[in-house]
């Protein structure tokens, strides 16, 4: 059984959030927005305080899908187009720049603090840029403040946020599942075939579990692989 994820149009906060309401009495699971929002429009700006409370009210969770950017300055449509155009490839290689461009946009303006029940998923840009991002952005907190105004209570990191509220997939990245969950544990990582599209790895799924999860035990399998996604997804009905 297929469940729906919503799109929404980030353009007009108050529109994605009627759409979040809308979604969740549909009973769509989960409400794609832009990885990146487009140049003048990223997710530290207060006007999107209207979406952020639909999805923790509706308890929506969004999702920013590899293939949803808004196209401009800086972007090429590689999955708009046959992806042979000059710089295709560059871009496609580099795509998780502009999610490390939204997800500190909001944890560096407090939203996750702000609003404490709302939760986010990364999908398909897989996990070994993760760790130095994570390091990167307590980095900058503590030691490069004057960028940082806003601060956090009771002591917290970027990354607390970020283990707490911010859940990853991937399908195909040992290096990260060797390396990520040291630094947040196994809750918020789900792995995925990406099926049925033709470059994901289904139908030799139980091949690439068996390689990348060698280290793990057969209860974080189950966690990465099926429980984690039920979770988030609310699968359960």
Same mark, same amino acid.
């Given at each position: 059984?297929?469940?729906?994820?919503?799109?929404?149009?980030?353009?007009?906060?108050?529109?994605?959030?009627?759409?979040?309401?809308?979604?969740?009495?549909? /009973?769509?699971?989960?409400?794609?927005?832009?990885?990146?929002?487009?140049?003048?429009?990223?997710?530290?700006?207060?006007?999107?305080?209207?979406?952020?409370?639909?999805?923790? #009210?509706? /308890?929506?969770?969004?999702?920013?899908?590899?293939? #949803?950017?808004?196209?401009?300055? %800086?972007?090429?449509?590689? $999955?708009?187009?046959?992806?042979?155009?000059? %710089?295709?490839?560059?871009?496609?290689?580099?795509?998780? $720049? @502009? *999610?490390?461009?939204?997800?500190?946009?909001?944890?560096?303006?407090?939203?996750?603090?702000?609003?404490?029940?709302?939760?986010?998923?990364?999908?398909?840009?897989?996990?070994?840029?993760?760790?130095?991002?994570?390091? #990167? *952005?307590?980095?900058?907190?503590?030691?490069?403040?004057?960028?940082?105004?806003?601060? $956090?209570?009771?002591?917290?990191?970027?990354?607390?946020?970020?283990?707490?509220?911010?859940?990853?997939?991937?399908?195909?990245?040992?290096?990260?599942?060797?390396?990520?969950?040291?630094?947040?544990?196994?809750?918020?990582? *789900? @792995?995925?075939?990406?099926?049925?599209?033709?470059? /994901?790895?289904?139908?030799?799924?139980?091949?690439?579990?068996?390689?990348?999860?060698?280290?793990?035990?057969?209860?974080?399998?189950?966690?990465?692989?099926?429980?984690?996604?039920?979770? $988030?997804?609310?699968?359960?009905?």
């Amino acid at each position: 059984t297929f469940k729906g994820i919503a799109m929404l149009n980030t353009d007009d906060p108050a529109d994605a959030a009627g759409e979040v309401a809308r979604s969740a009495d549909l /009973g769509l699971r989960a409400a794609m927005i832009p990885t990146d929002p487009g140049e003048g429009r990223s997710y530290d700006q207060p006007g999107y305080d209207l979406l952020w409370e639909a999805a923790e #009210s509706h /308890g929506v969770p969004l999702s920013f899908h590899v293939a #949803s950017p808004r196209i401009g300055p %800086g972007h090429v449509a590689v $999955f708009a187009t046959d992806g042979t155009g000059a %710089g295709a490839a560059a871009y496609r290689a580099t795509q998780a $720049f @502009w *999610m490390q461009r939204s997800v500190a946009c909001m944890i560096f303006s407090g939203v996750f603090e702000r609003f404490p029940g709302l939760r986010v998923a990364i999908v398909e840009h897989e996990l070994s840029w993760l760790p130095h991002l994570l390091v #990167s *952005m307590d980095r900058t907190y503590t030691e490069y403040s004057q960028t940082a105004p806003y601060r $956090f209570a009771e002591g917290r990191l970027p990354s607390d946020f970020f283990r707490d509220r911010i859940y990853t997939t991937f399908q195909e990245d040992k290096l990260g599942v060797e390396t990520l969950p040291a630094m947040i544990g196994d809750e918020t990582i *789900m @792995w995925g075939s990406d099926y049925p599209h033709t470059d /994901g790895i289904w139908p030799e799924s139980t091949k690439y579990i068996e390689e990348q999860f060698v280290d793990m035990t057969p209860a974080q399998i189950q966690k990465i692989t099926c429980d984690n996604a039920v979770e $988030f997804y609310n699968l359960t009905n």
